[in-house]
């Protein structure tokens, strides 16, 4: 096996050879930002589990890897694949869309049809080559700790492509904008690195929709044909009075490798809510954070992750309350069966001057197997004293006495569990309020469940 210096060593090969294909389009900024990521990655390089925030998360199978970089592929699928992407349940939710193929923009896949004057959305790629002034000013400023985060520096770093939504001052949008991303692996270990900038006007209101999609014909395919690294980033500025619903979907095939980032910057009185759902990938690792920079901005973070078999996927979530009289909720749950795990570690900070900050947080989990494993910790960092804050967190197996009511009713052991862990889990998907994607996420949740029945009997 390769060492994992060697391993880094090449991403600074990729790296080199992006840097002279780039040389003579990119702006000079974007070039001493990625610049200045590599330069963190080579000199930290991935992290270990002997770092607290990385402690039960272990991402050597991703260092051992020798992934290459997706954007050297077509971007344009043939006729086969394309069908099969249209195909996905979730491949259209009835609303304007961006989609991308291994990180690139892929326009005749992409409709934004409904769209109000004025609003602008399209590939980061194209907006570098014609905006990129108002790029400048947004792209990398709120996910800044790329040179210290191994991850955020790599994406950082090989930023080329992803989407860009620029919503005007006072406009409301009556559907999401949907920003699909799809892996078809071509064989070879790669790995794609889609990089999202969302900035919402003053007082506008807009709902996003970010999904990050396997190509489901490869399920069965060998690991050598199907290993690919998703490592995702998106920025959201929120403006004063700004509402944002953002979803955030994770369903990679079995032997994917993802890492994703969150981040929202919100100015006065703007109000987030967001729905994180992961239910696929075989190590995953996904981060939101939300810093609450102006006075009575309010944030919601809804997330649930079913995972089975031997998957592992590591939550951290961030609420940085940075001015007074802010409010956050959070809710978190997990559904665990056979041999995975799961990590949840959040975390809520208020800083000195936030007085009059409310926030509350728990995380469930719900154990199917007595081998998975959750670790779970939420934190609470307080730098003021005129504040309410709570946190908690509870693990647990199905109940027993709900099981025996059900079954006293004639409904079977198997289908009584189900219909119990269903009811758990549904708890998040019924707080998003588009309907034709609280549906498709609802069945296909039944459908996995159903499924999982089926592999138990046989």
């Not at 090969?13 to 389009?25: G, P």
């Not at 799809?182 to 919402?200: K, W």
């Amino acid at each position: 096996m390769i060492a994992t210096s060697e391993k880094e060593g090449l991403y600074l090969s990729s790296f080199r050879e992006l840097e002279d294909r780039l040389a003579a389009n990119s702006p000079s900024w974007l070039h001493e930002i990625r610049r200045a990521a590599m330069a963190g990655f080579a000199e930290r390089g991935f992290p270990t589990t002997r770092q607290e925030e990385w402690r039960n998360t272990n991402v050597a199978p991703i260092a051992a890897v020798p992934f290459q970089p997706a954007a050297t592929l077509a971007a344009a699928p043939q006729r086969g694949r394309e069908l099969r992407i249209l195909e996905h349940p979730l491949a259209d939710l009835g609303c304007p869309k961006l989609v991308f193929i291994n990180g690139r923009f892929a326009k005749q896949l992409s409709t934004l049809e409904g769209l109000p004057a004025g609003v602008k959305a399209g590939s980061l790629a194209e907006a570098l080559a014609s905006d990129a002034k108002t790029l400048e000013r947004h792209l990398a400023r709120y996910a800044a700790d790329y040179r210290e985060h191994a991850f955020v520096a790599l994406n950082t770093a090989f930023v080329e492509d992803g989407a860009v939504i620029e919503i005007p001052k006072g406009v409301v949008l009556e559907k999401p904008i949907y920003l699909l991303y799809v892996s078809d692996p071509s064989g070879l270990p790669t790995v794609s690195y889609p990089r999202n900038l969302i900035i919402a006007g003053r007082e506008s209101q807009a709902s996003i929709v970010e999904a990050y999609l396997g190509d489901g014909a490869r399920r069965s395919a060998g690991a050598a044909d199907s290993v690919y690294f998703t490592n995702a980033v998106s920025e959201v500025a929120v403006g004063e009075g700004a509402v944002i619903a953002y979803h955030r979907l994770q369903q990679e095939n079995e032997n994917a490798f993802h890492f994703g980032r969150l981040v929202f910057h919100q100015e006065r009185s703007s109000n987030v809510a967001t729905h994180s759902i992961a239910t696929g990938g075989r190590l995953v690792r996904e981060e939101v954070n939300a810093v609450l920079d102006g006075e009575g901005a309010e944030a919601t973070l809804a997330g649930l992750y079913v995972i089975t078999g031997r998957q592992h996927i590591d939550n951290q979530t961030t609420l940085d309350h940075a001015k007074p009289h802010c409010s956050s909720r959070e809710v978190y749950k997990g559904v665990l069966d056979g041999e995975s795990s799961a990590v949840f570690n959040g975390k809520i900070i208020v800083r000195k001057d936030a007085q009059k900050t409310d926030s509350k947080q728990s995380n469930k989990n719900l154990l199917l197997s007595e081998k998975a494993v959750i670790d779970t910790k939420p934190a609470l960092e307080i730098y003021a004293d005129d504040v309410k804050c709570t946190h908690g967190a509870t693990i647990g197996q199905i109940d027993a006495d709900a099981i025996f009511y059900l079954r006293s009713r004639g409904i079977g052991r198997q289908e009584a569990r189900d219909l119990l862990t269903y009811a758990f889990a549904n708890d998040i998907l019924g707080r998003i309020k588009y309907e034709p994607l609280r549906e498709q996420l609802s069945e296909g949740l039944f459908a996995r469940l159903a499924s999982g029945q089926r592999a138990e009997e046989a």
